[in-house]
């Protein structure tokens, strides 16, 4: 049997240490969703189940469903947008647009999402880059109120999440052979028969994955719907910012981040559950 060298052990050290340091916040979180509040001061009080039962009110319950919302349309728009994207990344033999798709795919992850988020408060404001050109080319009579939406939430998020939904799925794409398109068409499919017969079935993983990513990327989104919804948006995160540093109400904050986590997992998980069978549709 053969030994394994000893520095593997030390390469593995900085993830152990990084898991270890996650489950200690992880676990003081939850002893603080447990603990009741105390009006006007930083402690916490004895052990409760009452910042649970509270989430049920309908304040909670629609922050929830809204933030689930929110995250299917981002992970939805952005998968119809980055798709054509990655595609092309992947299938064309030019070598000036395959760079070009490829830095206009990268670069946002050189910016912080604070910034691309102030980025776009410019241009969705009523005074901003879209509502003027359309102003300007007469298509609407007054500026369209595009801040402080769901819809202007929405865009800022599909912008955050496409870079690295266009990087997973041509990763995807990438593992498809060709030959299966070509083989497709010498027996007489179009082009487009064969890209919905051949190609996007097997490129399902890749969809998957990116639907996935983005889905939980967005639920988890804290500045882009609280500096785009400006407090009209709710979200998970939102709430608990405003729990947590406006009310001083760190147990329920707490309580509100734990239910949000377990959500996050029950709902990849039933996803998950949903796509498998979509996974082996054209593998053989």
């Not at 801040?147 to 990763?171: K, S, Y």
């Amino acid at each position: 049997m053969t030994r394994k060298p000893a520095f593997v052990g030390w390469f593995l050290l900085p993830a152990i240490l990084t898991a270890l340091g996650l489950t200690i916040a992880m676990l003081t979180v939850l002893q603080y969703s447990v603990r009741a509040y105390i009006p006007g001061s930083l402690d916490v009080g004895g052990f409760t189940l009452d910042n649970f039962q509270d989430l049920l009110k309908g304040l909670y319950a629609r922050a929830f469903l809204n933030t689930v919302w929110l995250s299917f349309k981002t992970a939805l728009f952005g998968l119809l947008l980055s798709y054509p994207l990655a595609y092309t990344l992947v299938r064309t033999r030019t070598a000036w647009l395959k760079s070009c798709i490829l830095i206009i795919a990268i670069t946002p992850l050189f910016l912080g999402e604070v910034v691309r988020t102030y980025s776009w408060i410019i241009v969705l404001g009523n005074s901003g880059f879209l509502n003027s050109l359309l102003l300007a080319i007469g298509l609407i009579d007054k500026p369209l109120q595009l801040m402080f939406t769901d819809t202007g939430v929405v865009l800022a998020l599909v912008h955050v999440t496409m870079p690295i939904m266009v990087l997973m799925l041509a990763t995807g794409l990438s593992h498809i052979d060709i030959a299966y398109e070509k083989a497709a068409t010498s027996l007489g499919a179009s082009p487009f028969r064969a890209f919905l017969t051949i190609t996007l079935p097997l490129s399902l993983p890749g969809i998957v994955a990116s639907v996935t990513t983005a889905f939980a990327w967005t639920f988890s989104a804290f500045a882009t719907p609280q500096l785009i919804g400006g407090g009209r948006v709710s979200t998970v995160a939102t709430l608990v910012y405003q729990l947590g540093f406006s009310s001083l109400n760190f147990p329920f904050a707490a309580a509100l981040s734990i239910a949000g986590l377990a959500m996050t997992v029950v709902l990849l998980a039933a996803l998950k559950r949903m796509t498998r069978p979509l996974q082996n549709v054209g593998i053989h």
